[in-house]
């Protein structure tokens, strides 16, 4: 059974990705999701999908916003040599995904690297609000500001290596 293109607007999705969705003249969200060319959106629907705070369901998530957000640490490590919250921020967040860090263990790092975006791939863990999810995406795009389009959608393969089918 496919999903009705109305089902954004249930979900409240952004105007933009309505709008987006309906120029493809695409019949299904299933349709869409095969052509999207946007990670941060397509995050940002996963995490709308992907259950209550602690929920199996949002392991997935979580290593699919913090590879988004991998992207960004070449950018962040050039600029900032000796700060490694960021880094250990994402890998806290995949531990955590992995079983191998506990919430509280990842709220901690968190905490630590709240000023860098690579903590919104963390915040997808445990966070009720599904745009932090997004956040990671946008985080690598603007480390890469003259490749923004480029950047998302590599951001949107990836999502799509996590979640080959329009998350449920």
Do not use: F
């Amino acid at each position: 059974m496919s999903t009705p293109i109305s089902h954004l607007s249930e979900i409240s999705a952004c105007s933009d990705a309505v709008a987006w969705v309906e120029s493809t003249k695409c019949r299904s969200l299933e349709s869409a999701w095969k052509k999207c060319d946007r990670g941060d959106g397509m995050l940002w629907y996963a995490a709308k999908k992907a259950g209550p705070v602690g929920d199996e369901k949002r392991k997935r998530l979580v290593l699919a916003a913090c590879e988004c957000a991998r992207l960004a640490l070449p950018v962040w490590e050039k600029r900032y040599p000796d700060d490694k919250r960021v880094r250990e921020c994402i890998e806290t967040a995949e531990k955590w995904a992995r079983d191998e860090a506990t919430l509280e263990a990842l709220k901690v790092s968190r905490q630590n690297c709240y000023a860098a975006y690579a903590s919104y791939a963390a915040d997808a863990a445990y966070a009720p609000d599904a745009s932090y999810a997004a956040y990671a995406a946008n985080a690598a795009a603007y480390a890469y500001a003259a490749a923004h389009t480029a950047t998302l959608k590599k951001c949107a393969d990836i999502v799509r290596k996590h979640y080959p089918t329009l998350p449920t």
